[in-house]
Nanobody, 120 residues
Framework: QVQLVESGGGLVQAGGSLRLSCAAS????????MSWYRQAPGKQRELVAA???????NYVESVKGRFTISRDNVRNMVFLQMESLKPEDTAVYFC??????????????WGQGTQVTVSS
């Protein structure tokens, strides 16, 4: 079993900051890519940012320059530092991991999500 648990969501005013954290635990051999997705009401889930084990990062255009993704390979954690938040950033944010489990299977796992609400 693999679990991903997010934390750090909440309510913030426009222009404010939040830091999301996600911890992966369980039957993990290694983690390839760790990502953050988000889903706003009535919209499809979208990839916000991703980081490889080697530290290569990519971002959706709308958050470039405002969000920073990072990871801790020792603790199997990924973080999303969000600055200059806008009301359109309001969504449920999900952590995801593409990893090799102890059964040597490569699978994608998801967290339960954490709500981020940005008021105008």
């Amino acid at each position: 079993q693999v679990q991903l648990v997010e934390s750090g969501g909440g309510l913030v005013q426009a222009g404010g900051s939040l830091r999301l954290s996600c911890a992966a635990s369980g039957s993990i051999a290694s983690i390839n890519v760790m990502s953050w997705y988000r889903q706003a009401p009535g919209k499809q889930r979208e990839l916000v940012a991703a980081v490889t084990r080697g530290g290569i990062r990519n971002y959706v255009e709308s958050v470039k320059g405002r969000f920073t993704i990072s990871r801790d390979n020792v603790r199997n954690m990924v973080f999303l530092q969000m600055e200059s938040l806008k009301p359109e950033d309001t969504a449920v944010y999900f952590c995801a991991a593409n990893l090799v489990n102890l059964q040597a299977e490569i699978r994608n796992y998801w967290g339960q999500g954490t709500q981020v609400t940005v008021s105008s």
